[in-house]
């Protein structure tokens, strides 16, 4: 067989927010290196679309949950176990992007960003990881998606980039305490991507603001499908002795 340190095949891999943008691409490139799935997000409808654009789709499992619902992801992790769907990786797609400028900032909206960009994905980590279930496999990968923002300023960005931010930092203590297990955790950091979620932004409905963002990004807006095979990457054996670490994936936006 050639060598292939890219390769899933015989892996399973646990995405959330898998029903559009950077997770349903994330499925659909991991799928085609050999991955079978297990896909999270609030709209099964969505989710069934994904399912259904992935190599041998009746192979991968979805799961209609809201992170946020601790009671029903709790469910979802002993259907996983009682089904003996241990895991080998799970990618963290699931998030909220805004643009807030600092008077109309609230603790609500704050509250709201922590728990949707940083308290769901860690606290299912902890969960699947529980003695009773232990989900996460021996030597498993670990992915949160950060952004660009978690590094860089920008101008209404500020309750967004704390968000991202707190990834990027708690990430490398994960890292040090899943080591002993043999599990990794990284985090990827894009710059803009053509999602739906960028398309809603205020710069993609102005030619000219578009213009400015796509000017900051040497190489261009991204495509889903850059940020998908850097998960390929981390989740892959081909990492094996990554951890701890923020993977910039930006186009050159952070490099000025």
């Not at 997000?41 to 992935?54: A, C, V």
């Not at 769907?85 to 600092?102: Q, Y």
Request: hydrophobic content about 40%; some cysteine; glycine content about 8%.
């Amino acid at each position: 067989m050639e060598y292939n340190p890219f390769s899933l095949l015989g892996k399973r891999i646990l995405i959330t927010g898998a029903s559009s943008g950077i997770g349903r691409e994330v499925a659909i490139v991991l799928s085609k290196l050999g991955a079978t799935t297990i896909l999270f997000g609030r709209d099964r409808e969505r989710l069934q679309i994904t399912k259904n654009m992935l190599q041998n789709a009746t192979e991968h499992l979805i799961y209609s949950v809201d992170l946020l619902d601790s009671e029903k992801v709790m469910f979802v992790i002993h259907d996983m176990k009682e089904r003996g769907f241990n895991i080998d990786g799970v990618i963290n797609c699931a998030g909220i992007s805004s643009t807030i400028v600092l008077r109309s900032i609230t603790e609500e909206k704050l509250q709201n960003h922590f728990n949707i960009n940083v308290n769901s994905g860690v606290l299912l980590i902890k969960n699947l990881l529980l003695k009773k279930y232990s989900l996460l496999n021996e030597g498993g990968s670990i992915v949160f998606m950060s952004s660009v923002m978690g590094l860089v300023g920008e101008v209404g960005k500020t309750t967004y980039a704390m968000t991202k931010g707190a990834l990027i930092a708690g990430v490398k203590s994960l890292a040090i305490e899943l080591a002993l297990k043999k599990i990794r955790v990284n985090t990827i950091s894009p710059g803009v991507v053509k999602t739906p979620m960028s398309s809603a932004s205020f710069y993609s409905k102005n030619e000219e603001s578009l213009k400015k963002i796509e000017l900051l990004h040497p190489l261009g807006i991204g495509n889903v499908e850059d940020i998908a095979n850097a998960c390929v990457y981390l989740i892959s054996d081909a990492s094996k002795w990554v951890t701890g670490s923020n993977l910039i994936v930006d186009g050159g936006y952070s490099a000025r």
